[in-house]
C-alpha cells in the first residue's frame, strides 16, 4: 500500500477531485434544483486555480524551453 501511495500522480489525482466535485454539484443542482451557495462556487474556482497552478508548476519545472 505505501509504495502505491508513493508513486500516486498528486496533479492528476487532484484533478479529478475537482471534476468530481464540479460534476457531482452540477448533477445535484441539474437534479434537484438546488441552488449552492456563493462560498461553495468559490470554493470550487479557487480549487480548481490551484489545480491549474500545480499543474503549470510542475511542467515547468519538469520540461525547462530549450533555448
Known sequence: M???ISTL???NLRIL????MAL???VRVVGSGWA???EWLAF???WA???VA???AKRITNYPPTP
Open 49 to 51: 486555480g490551484l489545480d
Open 24 to 26: 457531482a454539484t452540477s
Open 36 to 38: 449552492p451557495s456563493w
Open 9 to 11: 500522480p498528486t496533479t
Open 2 to 4: 505505501n509504495n502505491w
Open 44 to 46: 470550487l474556482c479557487v
Open 54 to 56: 500545480q499543474y503549470t
Open 17 to 20: 477531485l475537482t471534476l468530481v
